[in-house]
Each structure stands twice: as structure tokens, then as C-alpha cells.
């Protein structure tokens, strides 16, 4: 019964991490419209795909060979807002602007990736901590 309480908590742990990366993604994406003028209308919502993920079993906490904690689960939820951001920054909204527009777009893309990096890392932390 501990594994499949640890499991429940570890996908609520993932899911609330998700709507943090979704809050930075919107962030991103309204300086992108400020700057451009342009909306991206691609509707984002990482905790419906953290509750399908749970619900397709994916493994949400492993240990690698030497013992590096990751989590499968949160692995494919940043893997699918960096698809979004790349498809973002592909725009052709996004590339017509001129140097100083697109230096302060790539700015905010950097610092998105360093925010959604660094709650990646905490949630690992917490998902190492639930596990031991």
C-alpha cells in the first residue's frame, strides 16, 4: 500500500510542478506577443497531461545505474513544453522582427529554460526525498 501512496503523491508532486512550468511558459509567451504583437493561441494545460501520463501508468520515479534519481513522468511533461517552445520561436511572427526585438525574445527564452531547469531539479529533489 506505501508504493502505491509514494506513487499518488510523487503524480501530484509532478502535476503541481507542471502548472509551474505552465506559469513560466505563459510568461514567455506573453513577452512574445508583447514584443511581436502577435498571439500564439495554442492552448497549454501540463496538469491534464500529468493526470493522462498517471493514468498511462508511466513510471513516475526511478534511479539510474549510478543511482541518479529521474522521473519519467516529469522527463515527458518538459519534454513537451520545450516542443512548444521551439514551435513558438519558429513562428513566422517571431522571425521577422528586427535584432533588439529578437535578442530580448531569445533573453526570456533563456531565462525560461534556467526556471523550467531549476524546478525540474527541485521536483527531483522532493521525488528523491518521498523515495527514501
Known amino acids: 500500500m506505501l508504493q502505491g501512496w509514494s506513487t499518488h503523491e ?5 502535476s503541481s510542478i507542471g502548472c509551474l ?5 505563459e510568461k514567455l509567451r506573453t513577452t512574445v506577443a508583447v514584443t511581436t504583437g502577435w498571439v500564439w493561441n495554442e492552448e497549454i494545460d501540463l496538469a491534464t ?10 513510471q513516475t520515479f526511478t ?3 549510478n543511482r541518479e534519481p529521474s522521473s519519467p513522468m516529469l522527463d515527458q511533461v518538459v519534454a513537451y513544453i520545450q516542443t512548444c517552445v521551439t514551435q513558438l520561436m519558429q513562428e513566422q511572427f517571431v522571425a521577422q522582427n528586427d535584432d533588439k526585438t529578437k535578442q530580448m525574445i ?3 527564452r533563456v531565462n525560461f529554460n534556467f526556471r523550467c531547469n531549476t524546478l525540474r531539479v527541485y521536483a527531483l529533489a522532493l521525488l528523491e526525498e518521498i523515495n527514501d
Open 49 to 58: 497531461l500529468c493526470s493522462r501520463l498517471d493514468e498511462k501508468a508511466i
Open 63 to 65: 534511479r539510474g545505474d
Open 106 to 108: 531569445h533573453t526570456e
Open 21 to 25: 512550468i505552465q506559469n513560466e511558459f
Open 10 to 14: 510523487i503524480a501530484k508532486i509532478i
